[in-house]
């Protein structure tokens, strides 16, 4: 079965930054167009960004564009963070959809596979 395995969150400053990964198994990752989300406490899950099955197309939320870089290599997707700020603060999620191929997905309901989360806490 399809198994998403985020990492990388932590404790940090403002300021400061952070690398999360997802790691993908039971599909062929290079097919999948991808994303991350985030869900801060008593708020809704949000998007943050998204990216195309070969790296090239992608996409962010605007409360962290020019902060955050979404990327991929063969086996793994990335989240750079940088100049993080307590509102970032949340449990972060990698997301595959339902189905390979040239898809670009920003919206939750068009995602099937989720991670357990990776926890990130900016302090002021």
Do not use: H
């Not at 940090?12 to 790691?23: I, M, P, T, Y």
């Not at 998007?47 to 090239?56: K, M």
């Not at 939320?61 to 020019?66: M, N, R, Y």
């Amino acid at each position: 079965q399809v198994q998403l395995v985020e990492s990388g969150g932590g404790l940090v400053q403002a300021g400061g930054s952070l690398r999360l990964s997802c790691a993908a198994s039971g599909l062929t990752f290079s097919s999948y167009p991808m994303g991350w989300f985030r869900q801060a406490p008593g708020k809704e899950r949000e998007y943050v960004a998204a990216i195309n099955w070969s790296g090239i197309t992608t996409a962010y939320a605007d409360s962290v564009k020019g902060r955050f870089t979404i990327s991929r290599d063969n086996s793994k997707m990335y989240l750079q963070m940088n100049s993080l700020k307590p509102e970032d603060t949340a449990v972060y999620y990698c997301a595959a959809p339902l189905y390979s191929g040239g898809g670009f997905y920003i919206t939750e309901a068009d995602y099937k596979y989720w991670g357990q989360g990776t926890q990130v806490t900016v302090s002021s």
